[in-house]
């Protein structure tokens, strides 16, 4: 699939997706590591370079480039990011607490740069089934799932009917 937007716009979008995937790669790859260095040290002078992000300083002249469900998108995944500094920057909290409200972030900015990726995708022109293998999910030997939620075995449901 071709996108229609000019090459400009390509290279912003294309810089956006890069930045919000790299944020969340650091936010979730590192943590272990920041959280040490702040409950070992009580210092905060490391999360910049954790939470940093080109989105923070993109200018609006760029972001004018992508369409208002996209910019909507994009808010709401970096609005976690924000909260995450935030909160580590001004927290007295225990570790384990810091940690518990870290992973809670994380989860939601999973599934938040799960939905950026689609809207970014869709405009660069990207189509999901261009991916290959590697990227996608493989659901080899999964049980079958009913609507209440339950797993179904196919081959004993045949054998019993024979």
């Not at 208002?68 to 580590?88: A, F, G, N, R, S």
């Not at 950026?116 to 030997?141: R, W």
Request: proline share 4%; glycine share 2%.
């Amino acid at each position: 699939m071709k996108s229609r937007n000019d090459e400009m716009t390509q290279r912003v979008l294309l810089l956006l997706k890069l930045d919000a995937n790299n944020v969340f790669n650091r936010i979730k790859g590192r943590k272990t590591e920041y959280l040490e260095i702040f409950a070992l040290r009580r210092t905060r002078e490391h999360f910049p370079m954790i939470f940093d992000n080109r989105y923070e300083q993109t200018p609006l002249e760029n972001l004018i480039h992508c369409s208002t469900e996209l910019i909507t998108t994009l808010d709401q995944y970096y609005t976690p990011v924000e909260e995450m500094k935030w909160y580590l920057f001004q927290t007295e909290d225990m570790p384990n607490t810091v940690e518990d409200f870290i992973d809670r972030k994380i989860r939601k900015m999973e599934k938040l740069l799960a939905t950026l990726n689609l809207y970014l995708d869709a405009e660069l022109g990207i189509d999901s089934e261009d991916s290959t293998d590697e990227q996608k999910p493989l659901f080899i030997d999964q049980p079958e799932v009913s609507e209440n939620g339950f797993s179904i075995d196919l081959e004993d449901d045949i054998s019993q009917d024979t």
